[in-house]
């Protein structure tokens, strides 16, 4: 099938008039099960295409599985109520117990706790938890290595992992790779396209896009293994509601815009940032001083609004930075059309936060859509 334009994808795809009466935006299909004119139809459908029931497919779901699996270049996508039941559906179909997983360090921290207390604590699987580069990863490698869990950037200091290495050293060995996209979303980096078996993302950040959503995404090429993501999906009933999946539909559809807008304020915070005299280090790799911009260039079409940094001071000098801050709101997550800001390691001991390539005082900010020139002046007089 011929690759659409991504814009043409995010705005157009799925689009059916005749289908919809001519209505500009599909509806929202709220209903739990579908009815069919005779019992003999009802034997003979196929649980693959046919609507039967809701926690098995939806059409307003189904839409926005073709626009997901279209913009990563994938065959199928299977939408799920957060990021976190895809992720977790994603880890028990591909391993068994007694399995072997390689996960980064700096992976989003629910997952760890997911791989620790079931994988390791129910299912005596084993995890090796490894720093953020290609070396690492490949060389923890052993013969019962089932599943790579990865994320690039990683969202906490922003590390960038090369993928195409990373993934052609696992395809050799029977290995499959899994990549949290999140931070880039499917316009910035494509993962399966390097070769990466499944892609996962949370909705409820950049694609969501208004803070209004839970939701999350699996993404995969394969048949056989988009087989078993989808029937764990069916069997632990972990389907998104059809009012999110709609509202991730939307949140598509101005998407280009809105990272468009959220990369151009980031990069000049970032420059901001790094040019003033109390803050000793920036973390976003779209900076040419970061040690990941070379990577970064290659494997990803544009940065996101996410960014880390560290001031002068200790930890408690950050909290009251924090704390004089009016725009950038007190809150977790991220990818929505408000500036956050989060102190990740606060309660973390300095050599725990040194495992993570961080330290305790570490600020991480999420940048809007209320303008570069504002966002700067609230940082600069939370600075004095
Ligand atoms: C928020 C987040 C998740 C989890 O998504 P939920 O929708 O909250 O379950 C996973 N990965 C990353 C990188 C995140 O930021």
């Not at 705005?11 to 289908?19: A, I, K, M, S």
């Not at 990373?166 to 999140?182: C, Q």
């Not at 950040?205 to 208004?210: A, Q, S, T």
């Not at 500036?339 to 390691?345: D, G, N, T």
Request: aromatic share 8%.
């Amino acid at each position: 099938m011929e690759t659409l334009d991504d814009r043409l994808i995010a705005t157009h795809l799925g689009d059916d008039y005749d289908r919809f009466m001519g209505a500009v935006v599909p509806p929202v299909f709220m209903n739990s099960l579908h009815v069919f004119p005779t019992m003999e139809q009802y034997l003979q459908c196929d649980p693959k295409k046919d609507f039967i029931y809701g926690r098995i497919a939806n059409p307003t779901v189904r839409l926005v599985e073709q626009k997901i699996a279209a913009l990563e270049r994938g065959k199928t996508a299977a939408l799920f109520a957060s990021g976190m039941a895809a992720a977790t559906t994603a880890i028990a179909a591909v391993c068994k117990a007694g399995a072997h997983i390689i996960c980064l360090r700096n992976c989003y921290g629910p997952v760890i706790r997911f791989l620790d207390e079931y994988c390791v604590g129910s299912m005596g699987m084993s995890v090796d938890y490894v720093p953020a580069n290609a070396e690492d990863i490949i060389g923890a490698i052993q013969p019962e290595t089932r599943l790579m869990v990865l994320e690039s950037p990683t969202s906490l200091v922003f590390e960038v992992i090369d993928l195409r290495k990373i993934a052609k050293a696992a395809r050799e060995k029977g290995i499959i790779t899994y990549v949290d996209n999140t931070y880039c979303t499917p316009l910035f980096q494509k993962p399966l396209d390097m070769g990466i078996d499944i892609v996962m993302h949370t909705l409820s950040k950049y694609l969501g896009g208004h803070s209004d959503i839970i939701g999350g995404v699996l993404v995969c090429n394969d048949d056989a293994l988009s087989e078993r993501l989808l029937n764990m999906r069916i069997l632990f009933g972990g389907i998104i509601g059809p009012q999110e999946a709609w509202l991730v539909m939307r949140g598509i559809r101005t998407l280009d815009v809105r990272l468009a807008h959220h990369q151009e304020t980031a990069l000049a915070v970032a420059k901001f940032l790094e040019s003033h005299p109390k803050v000793l280090r920036v973390n976003y790799p779209a900076l040419p001083v970061s040690p990941h911009y070379t990577l970064a260039t290659e494997q990803q079409s544009g940065c996101t609004g996410l960014l880390s940094f560290e001031l002068e001071g200790d930890k408690e000098d950050a909290l009251r930075f924090c704390n004089r801050l009016q725009l950038f709101k007190i809150g977790v997550s991220w990818g929505g059309f408000e500036s956050l800001v989060v102190l990740p390691m606060y309660k973390h001991a300095p050599e725990d936060a040194a495992y993570y390539g961080a330290n305790d005082k570490l600020v991480r900010i999420h940048c809007g859509l209320e303008g570069a020139d504002n966002l700067i002046e609230d940082l600069r007089q939370a600075l004095l």
